[in-house]
């Protein structure tokens, strides 16, 4: 078979530089599909920028919203907004390949090395394997989930939505994406359900499940319940995971008392809370309105999106081993300590910047952008901030301020949706990692730190 220069082009790209077209490319034509008449309830063209918006956010697993999901987009429109959920979650490339093993063939060295790129895997070993295991975990959890809360929506909302909403809730938690249909019924969000352990704890599983990884999954699948055996990835995400979630849960639990939970005591208050700390790591559900949140409650939520969850899994934000790597970074720092070291093992120092860079990315593209938009509308620098971070880190939540941005506001939303879902710093990185780079030392010269 002679090869074109087409393929030839398309096997130059690295993994990152297919990633971020093939991502560009679906919402593209996710934007095109929503826009047409048969995507919205009204049966109207529905415009651009918004499709665009909404494409974005569904494909890049963020779940911010111009427009109410249900009342807004028809049955049609819903399930484009799906199936962008589930191929922004697991990565176009791993459902690709995917279908590409179940027509019978057999990924070659270019295809594997996009899927590793795709999973965020460290190296090929056990790859295919890997790839299976994701792809059977995520039926069995969404197919779970989905009985689950069908069985629990059924005496609000009669078999056929139950089963429907079920399925679509299910998949919007484990991909953390955040998109609701619960508008149908006046409902904000999961709101009415803030007192039903079922349905609060399936959800916070799907999220949390879905948001670890898939190296982690991998671990505790081969490995069992022993800790000890696993990867430091993984006892790293574990336990910072853990951390959040109990800490999250006590802070919301005690500070909210005069805020956005006030008057909600006993179960329903702890479960809020603990809802409040799983869902910016990075779903975007609400249990209340964040918008009501005291000051230090925003900030909180900030933190968690930011932090997001773990390496090559559905989940945003700088990644918790990214976080964890640089705070061991400032206690060998503090201690005088040669290299970072934790649980038996060394994190080489190349790790350590890529942290560091990855961070600053993040923080610097963050505050560019809340400085643009509160330069352009009038909102509070917290609301900004909150939205901002919510976007780039792909969450989802807000204060309320989504629908009220201008255009132009919009469009430097979008712009961190992708750039967040992406991973910003790969993206950067994979239009120069290419150039050879001549390895010629300046002088030195000490400058002042601190």
């Not at 089963?163 to 006046?186: E, I, P, Q, R, T």
């Not at 925003?298 to 790597?325: D, N, R």
């Not at 792909?394 to 941005?405: E, K, N």
């Not at 994979?430 to 601190?450: L, M, N, Q, V, Y």
Request: proline share 2%; hydrophobic share 50%.
């Amino acid at each position: 078979m002679i090869e074109t220069e087409k393929s030839r082009g398309i096997k130059r790209l690295s993994g990152m530089q297919l990633l971020a077209a093939g991502f560009l490319i679906m919402i593209l034509i996710g934007t095109g599909l929503l826009m047409l008449p048969v995507s919205s309830v009204e049966r109207e063209w529905t415009s651009f920028h918004e499709a665009l918006f909404t494409a974005t956010s569904a494909g890049c697993v963020t779940g911010l919203t111009v427009v109410d999901t249900y009342g807004h987009w028809s049955v049609f429109g819903q399930l484009v907004l799906l199936l962008l959920i589930q191929t922004g979650g697991l990565g176009f490339v791993t459902i690709g390949t995917a279908i590409l093993m179940v027509l019978g063939g057999k990924p070659g060295f270019t295809q594997k090395s996009w899927v590793k790129e795709s999973l965020n895997a460290t190296d090929y070993g056990g790859l295919i394997q890997l790839l299976k295991l994701v792809l059977k975990g995520t039926l069995l959890f969404e197919s779970l989930g989905a009985v689950i809360l069908a069985v629990r929506f059924y005496p609000v909302m009669g078999l056929g939505d139950a089963v429907y909403f079920g399925v679509f809730h299910s998949v919007s938690a484990f991909c953390n994406a955040g998109f609701d249909l619960m508008g149908k019924y006046g409902m904000s969000s999961f709101t009415y359900f803030r007192d039903d352990p079922v349905v609060m704890i399936t959800i916070c599983a799907l999220i949390l499940i879905g948001g670890i990884g898939f190296i982690a999954w991998k671990d505790i699948r081969t490995k069992g319940l022993r800790f000890k055996k696993y990867s430091l990835q993984t006892k790293m995400v574990l336990s910072m995971s853990a951390v959040l979630v109990a800490g999250g849960t006590l802070f919301f639990y005690f500070s909210e008392t005069a805020d956005c939970l006030s008057g909600v005591t006993g179960g329903e208050r702890l479960l809020s809370a603990f809802f409040c700390a799983v869902t910016p790591r990075t779903a975007g559900f609400n249990v209340i309105d964040y918008g009501s949140m005291s000051e230090g409650g925003k900030l909180a939520t900030v933190l968690l999106m930011f932090i997001g969850g773990g390496s090559g899994s559905t989940a945003g934000g700088v990644k918790m081993t990214t976080v964890f790597a640089l705070l061991l970074h400032l206690r060998a720092t503090l201690n005088r300590s040669i290299g970072v070291q934790v649980m038996g093992r060394r994190i080489p120092e190349e790790t350590i910047l890529k942290a560091t860079a990855l961070a600053s990315m993040y923080v610097v593209l963050s505050a560019a952008s809340c400085v643009f938009i509160c330069a352009l509308q009038g909102f509070s620098e917290g609301d900004v901030i909150f939205e901002v971070v919510s976007a780039i880190c792909t969450v989802g939540i807000t204060t309320g301020i989504t629908r009220s941005l201008s255009l132009v506001s919009r469009l430097v939303i979008i712009a961190l949706m992708y750039l967040g879902r992406l991973n910003s710093l790969s993206f950067a990185l994979s239009f120069t990692d290419h150039k050879k780079i001549t390895r010629i030392s300046s002088p030195a010269e000490e400058i002042s730190i601190g």
